[in-house]
């Protein structure tokens, strides 16, 4: 009997060794804010050098004065909103607010989809931070969208990334939104800058 207990928990540990680890799309707490609307935008691709889960995303945000309008994170295979919807998870008012002592003020708030979504190896993915909000402040969300990393649950960033560093990091301006490719950074902050360039090769 003892022996049996023995191998079924080898057996259980064998598995969980080889699980697919869980990540979310994170943001840092520096750097400009970038207005959510119905005409601005934040996204990132994500073309992954290992399988991992994408559990939604974790953002440094806040909601305008008289926020009302929901906001939406979407994930789709492919390189923009024109790809297949693979999840989204929609945050009405009321729940983003209720994530938060202060809505008006910068703090965590989290859009976890309702499984995490498996991600392939060299494929890319788009990843779309939305809200139908009036192009006004005080009905616009807001993003702490500088700097982004791939995260796991405490919000640290995962070492090494996961994802394609040649996808870029930098933000580019669009016609209607603001594109922020998430290349798997560091936060800037979390690590010296020597540090952080040394790691992008530009030292």
Excluded at 23 to 32: D, F, K, S
Aim: net charge negative.
């Amino acid at each position: 009997m003892t022996s049996a207990r023995l191998y079924f928990g080898l057996m259980i540990g064998s598995l969980s060794a080889f699980a697919t680890p869980i990540y979310y799309l994170t943001t840092g707490q520096t750097g400009a804010q970038t207005q959510i609307d119905i005409n601005h935008t934040s996204s990132w691709t994500l073309t992954p050098t290992s399988a991992f889960d994408l559990g939604g995303g974790s953002f440094e945000m806040k909601a305008g004065s008289s926020a009302s309008a929901n906001a939406l994170l979407t994930l789709y295979q492919g390189t923009s909103q024109a790809g297949t919807i693979l999840s989204q998870v929609t945050l009405p008012n009321l729940a983003f607010c209720a994530q938060v002592s202060n809505c008006g003020a910068f703090g965590v708030h989290n859009f976890f989809f309702g499984s995490a979504v498996p991600l392939s190896v060299g494929t890319t993915y788009f990843v779309a931070l939305t809200s139908l909000a009036a192009d006004v402040q005080s009905q616009a969300y807001f993003i702490k969208a500088d700097n982004s990393f791939i995260g796991d649950a405490s919000g640290n960033p995962v070492i090494p990334p996961p994802v394609d560093g040649g996808s870029g990091g930098g933000q580019v301006p669009e016609p209607s939104s603001l594109l922020l490719t998430s290349a798997g950074l560091l936060a800037i902050g979390l690590v010296p800058l020597r540090a952080l360039r040394s790691l992008l090769g530009l030292a």
